[in-house]
């Protein structure tokens, strides 16, 4: 999303997807039914240059202490593997971003390829609560301090990376959304006189809340989009599977209600500004069905704190439908820009 933002204010944009290795193939991942050209530059929607870093293997978390321990200095080879076609563009780039992502521990090597461009650390996800190898969140702690800027998607985050480095250049700026995209005139996929609520996400659905609310409120058809597993069926519970951005569109802008009905793990608590998909439910003024721990007066949140509240929670959505949602208050892609560019 900010690459195309960047590309549509008139910047030559390149976008490198790291890391990317044969490790997707050995699990369920949505890369695997896509053609990709690898190690190669090549043009994609709003003039972007796009390349794939593959490489034999990428850092992964094994979920297991020891095999983690074992591994914790692999990031030094993966450092070393060539980054062919990359480099020129490197070398000529004013600004580069880095996400939070394994990718990351390619800052140092390209840090040395380009010492005079903008070096920005865009911190979308928390690392611990996305669940990388543990040695990826000691090196972010570790070049925090290199970055020109590092650039957070909440509150939580923040005061996180700025305990762990206070003399870090950390500032809070919220997620944007393509408000043109949302705008513009979009069929509605819904039946007429029914009653729909929507989940958009690639995991951490709470199915106890959705099998309670959808025992509670037969007369609301449930619409789940993203690769969810199948594990509630019901007559009013419909599984779209995994969608391009665009197509889900017309699925939150025509909902009645918005579920951000996730289970809770450590860390959890950042969606509570940084879920994008929290933002665009917002921008389209639908209230959003949430569990305690998501709580956020600025957002139109009806908030459960145990299972027996739930259907309290839609008479509330009932009788209180018109609360503003706040969403005078966000940002386009386009605007966080010049913030960026001048912090």
Partial sequence: MLAEAYALAG?????????FSFLFKLRKHHTNSLKIIKNKFVLCPNNISCYVHNTPFHIVNFRNPLLNYITAKLYLLYQLFPMRGMKAEIVNADTIIFESTPGLFLFERIKKVNKTAKFIYRVSDDLELVGVHPSLVKYETKILQKFDLVSVASTYVLKKLKKKNPDANIHLHYHGIKKQEFDRPHGNPYRENTVNAIFIGVANLDYNSIDIASDLRKDIIFHLIGPLEQKVIKSNIIYYGEM??????PYIKYANIALHTITYSKGIESLSESSLKSLQYTYCNLPIVA?????NKKRKLFIYSNYDEIERIFKDIEEN???DSGRDM????SELIPILDNT
């Avoid at 910047?11 to 890391?19: D, M, S, Y």
């Avoid at 391009?244 to 569109?249: A, L, M």
């Avoid at 569990?291 to 709580?295: D, G, M, N, R």
């Fill in 321 to 323: 439908a018109s609360i």
């Fill in 244 to 249: 391009e951005f665009e197509k889900t569109i």
């Fill in 330 to 333: 966000l940002r386009d892609w």
């Fill in 11 to 19: 910047n030559k944009v390149f976008f490198v997807t790291a890391p």
């Fill in 291 to 295: 569990p305690k721990f998501l709580e």
